[in-house]
């Protein structure tokens, strides 16, 4: 018997795979091969530090589910969000009412356990909302999920307000990751929605964002969209990777108290929008941030680039 | 899980019932990872490597036909996520340093410190050598000697005849072997 089939042979062995008829033959050569003994020897000792190794198991918050309905998963754990960061800028000068609007926040708002604060999860101090103002850290909250796409909207209802002249402009930043793949694919578009019916008013292109990197992308100029008894609407898409940071954030700027208005949330797979995230009043107008988040068809995942 | 009951669940997956595709997932589950994180060598390329595999999988179940078990055939594709990950991280990054792919994980420390100082250097050494194999020999020892697959079931995943599965098992021991042989008693 060749040295080459012995320690194959000596390796089944070790596995309980030899064959019975192979037995007598390799225990001849073994006894006669001090190079092929070492190599038994080298192999039990060998399999003895394997089996005292640690035996790596997914950690608890990296274990995830596959999604059930019509998306490719569903997150089990919390969300630890991505990679991207998105911040909208939203200028808007209103002047128009909301009666229908006005019934639907006094719905949301009774459905809430806060207290009588007049903000919360929101600012209602002046922030500057310039393209290099990040969001306020004590507002993100961070969130684990595994390449997870969903797609998620930002409703504000300003109630009590104009005719808005709408602008947007917006930010996206990777923050962190420890993953490769893309951090995060955001496409933004902004809506007003009435009774019925949907108008597109802006969206920006697709953008990916690689861990670390840095985005800006501008949605139009000013704008002047009709808002008596319309919401607003600001969509997006996102995937989150693990070790990354997703939070969305609106700066609504403008209006009669003359001082922006800062709201930010970070994003659950499972926000329903039925509650409002964010919440703030400034003279006299209040504003809510909704959010909500629903997994991406399959068909509308985008292909990763490498 | 109930070998018996698997046929269903892949029919039922098959049919796009998420929550069967779901159970077949968490079954592989811990050993699945297991395997990723040996082949790659951090829990986070592990992580990727898991979540590419089975979105794979998903895409991919109406191909499936169930003659196999599902975890041999979710476990090739595991090794087949998990090469071309490793093949997209040496194209971005050059030479993958051993050294630092070897670096074991942060985790829990408890008892004895030097010890513990024995049982990373080990781990280190023992991840860094198995990075250093050929993908199929790495791959090979990971299915026998860490996860105690048979050599019929590790052949099967890794689409290979047993006799050649059984001769990257032992190269791959020799190789190891020799890497570590400060370690060996």
């Known amino acids: 018997m060749e040295c080459d089939k012995a320690r194959v042979l000596i390796s089944r062995d070790l596995d309980g795979e030899l064959p019975d008829e192979a037995r007598a ?50 997150l089990a754990a919390l969300v630890l969000a991505a990679a991207g960061v998105a911040f909208l800028g939203l ?66 209802v300003a109630l009590d307000g104009p005719q808005m002249e709408l602008g947007v402009s917006g930010y996206a930043g990777a923050v962190r990751t420890a993953a490769r793949r893309p951090a995060a694919v955001l496409s933004v ?15 920006s292109p697709t953008v990916l964002l690689r861990p670390g990197a840095e985005a800006n992308f501008r949605l139009a100029e000013t704008q002047s969209a009709p808002t008596k008894g319309l919401a607003y609407r600001c969509a997006y898409d996102a995937t989150v990777e693990q070790g990354g940071l997703v939070s969305v954030g609106l700066t609504i700027q403008g209006g009669p108290a003359g001082r922006p208005v800062h ?3 970070a994003v659950r797979p499972d926000d329903d929008g039925a509650a409002p995230a964010a919440y703030a009043r400034v003279g006299g107008v209040r504003y809510m941030l909704f959010l909500s988040a629903r997994p991406l068809p399959e068909r509308d995942v985008p292909n990763e680039q490498a | ?26 079954a592989a589950g811990d050993r699945a990872y297991g395997l990723a994180y ?108 860490f996860q105690g697959f048979s050599y019929a079931n590790a052949a099967a995943v890794q689409g290979c005849p047993e006799g050649t599965l059984a001769w990257r098992v032992a190269e791959a021991r020799r190789k190891l072997a020799s890497r570590l042989a400060p370690f060996l008693q």
């Open chain 1, 263 to 265: 709201l930010w949330g």
């Open chain 1, 91 to 156: 200028w808007v000068a209103e002047r128009s009412a909301a009666t229908g609007l006005r019934t639907e926040l006094a719905r949301h708002a009774a459905g809430q356990a806060a207290g009588p604060a007049e903000t919360w999860g929101g600012d209602a101090a002046p922030v500057s909302p310039g393209l290099d103002a990040g969001p306020p850290t004590e507002y993100v909250r961070a969130f684990r999920a595994l390449g997870d796409y969903f797609r998620g909207e930002l409703q504000w």
């Open chain 2, 38 to 145: 040996r082949l790659t060598g951090s829990h986070a390329d592990a992580d990727d490597v898991l979540q590419e595999a089975r979105l794979r999988a998903y895409r991919g179940i109406g191909k499936f036909d169930g003659r196999a078990r599902f975890e041999t055939w979710f476990y090739r594709i595991v090794l087949n996520a998990a090469a071309s990950h490793l093949r997209q991280a040496a194209r971005r990054e050059g030479t993958r340093s051993l050294e630092a792919a070897g670096r074991p994980e942060q985790g829990e420390s408890g008892g004895d410190p030097t010890l513990a100082a024995q049982a990373r250097e080990l781990e280190s050494a023992l991840q860094a050598a198995l990075l250093g194999l050929p993908a199929d020999q790495r791959s090979a020892l990971v299915l026998v000697a």
């Open chain 2, 1 to 26: 899980m109930d070998v018996d009951g698997e046929p269903g669940l892949v029919k039922r997956s098959r049919a796009g019932d998420e929550a069967a595709f779901e159970r077949l997932c968490r």
């Open chain 1, 25 to 74: 033959r390799l225990e001849e050569h073994v006894a006669q091969c001090a190079d092929c003994a070492s190599y038994g020897r080298q192999c039990r000792s060998l399999q003895r530090l394997i089996d005292r190794s640690a035996l790596p198991s997914q950690p608890p918050a990296h274990r995830q589910t596959v999604v059930a309905g019509a998306a490719l998963y569903r």
């Open chain 1, 189 to 203: 578009r902004v809506v007003a929605v009435g009774p019925g019916e949907e108008t597109r008013l802006v969206s």
